[in-house]
């Protein structure tokens, strides 16, 4: 009994301990005691926690650095599965921000690290979520493809909620597809599933997924009956507000397809109450075009183009892309003023969505190319391996002997070898001493002479210039005048020299020795102890910092400056982190800290942010600037137009 208790003691102090850790992971102290202990699986664990603490909470940075750790440390450990479960989280963050391409990649790589090591379950659940990627950007073969992939994997394991994921997903796939037969199949078949683990949100939402198959039939009498089975599920009408009011829309909208008014309108607003109840914005877009239908068939167009527009309006807030065109299109039957501008708006949009689309796909197909290949090359070298092994037996014995033989007849020769070649290597040494010599030499001269250029002659001008326009000071006789045309035409002369002088700095702002990168990190470390802040600094993709122009080095160094002085000097933040991408031809560089913010629109005396904004328009970039109470984000974009 007493080894039991203690057991139980030791079980209920380490729960403590991980929730004091949850509860102050921000706090410097209790982040330095996390990094510093010792590695272990135990240690990875309590990473993954906090990460996943601050994916739950929304804190974006927070969650990137405490998923980075565990990133870390599951590759020290040589943990495949932690690596994928690493990639899995980070591909959520990226869903989540509606970034797809880098979710994409990541499921991918989660589902390649699992099918490595046999776990055909969780391998199954990432295709699931590729798939419903690959069915968004309309790459509806390869989505099937790795649906079905998955649901031959899941059905013989009997795990019900990801197989009702399966067939819904190919019911909403076959939908699209206006393949309304197969569409109905799976729907069914995800009923059968809900039905059969007793979930009654599943249930109802199958029996309303089926009711929209038979909307986009046209026959409404039966999507209704559909519809009113769902709305009888008890579950939904008290635990599940958003599918209660997706249903009596949907309820609603069919009545006004079958030319009935009784209940149509009050069932509309009903659901629009919930969805604003609930901020359900996308379920009220939907919302505002069916009551902008109602009111056109009943010919009040006032009324109809009213909640037309606010459903463009928050469609385009919310990026709702197929919401915007359907409401430009109802637009331009509403308004006969604006319908040539509506329908151009349309056709932009539509054909801007299609060459994105196109893009995503094309990006999908190369990442799942460099994925075959990497395991085509592993099968490779497995091959390649097993045939090593078994001819290394049969001629070690052979080799050995000869390496024997070889070795006494070449002993000799190799010391004789080895001694010129010291001697080779001595004179080598030499000469690239002396050439360093000579470099820094000439280094130490250029900059002798322009401390020369500087304290003899500019410095020097500016004085005696200084003291003549003191003497001037005050005095207006045309004499007077014509000396301080001089002496400004003086000035003049002495600011190109200063430009001069400039210029030839600039060529040497970064060393040969070292590289940009080498140059940014040691800047970035230095200013990590004299702000005191954590530091998350993350090159997600190899960019050549050096084969880039002088011009965006410069003004990105000057920028990182600018931004790291603001929050040293204002922002009173404990973590900052800057994320530095590379897509196509641009440059994408994220700078955030967790500080207190400030108001973007309020006028402010500094001329830092000026200066940000200065040194990205003249390098014909975007900048995007966001403060609050939870910190400060600079997002950066960069073309890639001049390389040296």
């Known amino acids: 009994m007493a080894c039991t208790s203690n057991r139980k003691e ?185 039905k059969k683990i007793s979930d009654g949100y599943l249930e109802a939402n199958s029996l309303n997924n089926i009711g929209v198959v038979y909307e986009k039939l046209g026959l409404y009498e039966k999507g209704l009956d559909y519809y009113n089975q769902a709305l009888e599920i008890e579950d939904v009408t008290t635990k599940h507000v958003q599918l209660h009011a997706m249903i009596k829309d949907n309820t609603a909208y069919s009545k006004l397809k079958l030319g009935k008014r009784h209940g149509v309108l009050s069932g509309m607003l009903e659901a629009l109450q919930l969805r604003e109840q609930e901020g359900h914005e996308a379920g009220i877009v939907i919302n505002k075009l069916h009551l902008g239908e109602y009111f056109f068939t009943e010919g009040d167009t006032l009324k109809s183009r009213k909640y037309f527009y606010e459903a463009k309006e928050l469609a385009e807030n919310m990026h709702l892309h197929k919401d915007i065109l359907q409401s430009l299109l109802f637009l331009s039957r509403t308004d006969e003023e604006k319908s040539n501008e509506y329908l151009r708006d349309y056709i932009n949009l539509h054909d801007s969505l299609e060459q994105n689309e196109r893009r995503v796909r094309s990006k999908f197909a190369r990442i799942e190319l460099e994925t075959d290949e990497f395991i085509a090359e592993n099968r490779y070298l ?99 005048l014509e000396s301080k045309k001089k002496y400004l035409n003086d000035l003049r002369l002495i600011e190109e020299e200063i430009r001069t002088l400039s210029h030839e700095l600039n060529a040497e702002f970064f060393s040969p020795k070292q590289s940009f990168l080498d140059v940014l990190q040691e800047y970035l470390a230095e200013q990590k102890k004299i702000g005191r802040f954590e530091l998350l600094f993350v090159n997600e993709e190899q960019i050549a910092w050096d084969e880039l122009s002088s011009e965006i080095k410069i003004n990105v160094f000057r920028i990182f400056q600018e931004a790291i002085n603001n929050v040293i000097k204002h922002a009173d933040a404990n973590l900052v982190s800057i994320t530095c991408n590379k897509y196509d031809d641009r440059l994408e560089i994220v700078i955030f800290d967790n500080g207190k913010g400030f108001e973007v629109s309020e006028k402010r005396k500094g001329i830092g942010i000026k200066n940000i904004k200065s040194r990205i328009t003249r390098l014909d970039g975007h900048l995007n600037l966001s403060s609050d109470r939870n910190g400060t984000q600079i997002e950066l974009e960069i073309p890639i137009k001049r390389y040296e």
Request: no cysteine; charged share 30%; hydrophobic share 35%.
């Open 10 to 194: 030791a079980a209920e102090a380490k729960t403590y301990e991980k929730d004091l850790y949850l509860k102050n992971a921000n706090k410097d102290s209790i982040r330095r005691v996390i990094i510093e202990l010792q590695n272990s699986p135990e240690k990875n664990d309590l990473l993954f926690d906090l990460s996943y603490h601050f994916y739950s909470e929304n804190k974006p940075a927070e969650f990137r650095y405490w998923n980075h750790e565990a990133f870390k440390l599951s590759t020290a450990l040589r943990d495949t599965l932690k690596i994928a479960e690493a990639n899995w989280d980070l591909a959520n963050f990226y869903y989540r921000k509606e970034k797809i391409d880098s979710a994409f990649y990541h499921y991918r790589k989660a589902a390649r690290f699992y099918n490595i090591k046999g776990e055909k379950f969780l391998y199954a659940r990432m295709l699931l979520n590729i798939a419903i990627l690959q069915k968004n950007i309309k790459d509806y073969s390869n989505s099937e493809a790795n649906t079905l992939t998955a649901l031959k994997i899941i059905l013989p394991l009997k795990e019900h909620r990801q197989i009702y994921i399966g067939y819904n997903s190919l019911g909403i796939l076959y939908n699209e597809l206006s393949e309304y037969e197969n569409a109905l199949d799976y729907h069914n078949r995800a009923l059968v599933t809900a």
């Open 382 to 480: 497995n091959e390649q391996r097993k045939w090593i092994i078994g001819g290394a037996g049969g001629t070690v014995f052979m080799v050995l002997l000869i390496l024997v033989i070889w070795r006494q007849k070449s002993k000799n020769k190799k010391l004789e070898l080895e001694q010129a070649q010291q001697k080779s290597n001595e004179e080598i040494y030499n000469l690239l001493l002396a050439q360093q010599n000579k470099l820094e030499e000439g280094r130490h001269q250029e900059k002798e002479r322009i401390s020369r250029e500087l304290h003899d002659g500019i410095l020097g001008k500016l004085f005696g210039t200084r003291l003549m326009l003191e003497n001037l000071f005050g005095k207006s006789d045309l004499e007077s």
